[in-house]
């Protein structure tokens, strides 16, 4: 099967400062890229649909300025959060489609990220 | 709007048969998924529906009803391993998002 890979998979980093996450697509070539969070014991929550070559679409709450999305290739797309908090602790999760609508999510790893 | 409900944890025991359902009201429908997921680690994709009716895999089937927006996963002969959360993930038409609902945290016991 399709897999997705995610960089690195945990990261702590100090209140402030900018974490960024890549997510690959290792053996085929994703047109598509969606960012989830999810927070202990919570389902997981869609943040932005990145689509290459174009500006990511983000889900209603998400702040773009502070979630900044890049899908620069159709293998890779990446999440750059900025002047992180310790609320935005989280774990954060890739998946890529491939082709046309109706194509299978295939996820990545996980990103666990903690904010000190 | 988009509403996906699960209930939030659920118990068995070892062997047994346990059904978690999953009831959803979305704007646009095509296909509803199931994911294993346990603690700390991605979604592992178990099954999908798009047509009313079962589909079995193994120890796992997955029902749909579209009219009634309802749909359930059966798991049997459950082993201890199958401790885990279970979540329901409805695709939205034309955008491919997966909304999934809440998540169910089953518990296996001896």
């Known amino acids: 099967g399709a897999v997705v890979s995610q960089h690195p998979s945990r990261v702590i980093c100090k209140s402030g400062t900018s974490v960024k996450i890549e997510c690959r697509s290792l053996d085929f070539q994703a047109t598509t890229m969606f960012w989830y969070r999810q927070f202990p014991k919570q389902s997981l929550m869609l943040m932005a649909t990145?689509?290459?070559?174009?500006?990511?679409?983000?889900e209603q709450g998400v702040e773009k300025d502070k979630f900044l999305i890049n899908h620069a290739s159709l293998t890779l797309s990446t999440l750059t959060v900025t002047s992180a908090h310790p609320e935005d602790s989280s774990f954060y999760i890739c998946?890529?489609?491939?082709?046309?609508?109706?194509?299978?999510?295939?996820f990545g790893p996980g990103t666990r990220l903690t904010v000190t | 709007g988009q509403n996906i409900d699960q209930p939030t944890e659920m118990t068995a025991t070892e062997g047994a048969i346990v059904q978690i359902n999953c009831t959803y009201q979305?704007?646009?429908?095509?296909?509803l998924f199931w994911y294993q997921q346990h603690a700390g680690e991605a979604p592992t994709f178990l099954s999908y529906n798009v047509l009313d009716g079962l589909e079995e895999k193994g120890r796992f089937s997955s029902f749909l009803s579209r009219s009634k927006g309802y749909s359930y996963l059966l798991l049997k002969e459950l082993q201890m391993k199958d401790s885990a959360s279970y979540l329901c993930a409805v695709r939205e038409r034309n955008t491919d998002k997966l909304i999934f609902g809440t998540g169910t945290r089953l518990q296996v016991f001896p």
């Open positions: 998946s890529a489609i491939s082709g046309i609508l109706g194509g299978e999510q295939y």
């Open positions: 990145s689509n290459e070559g174009s500006k990511a679409t983000y």
């Open positions: 979305t704007s646009g429908f095509n296909g």
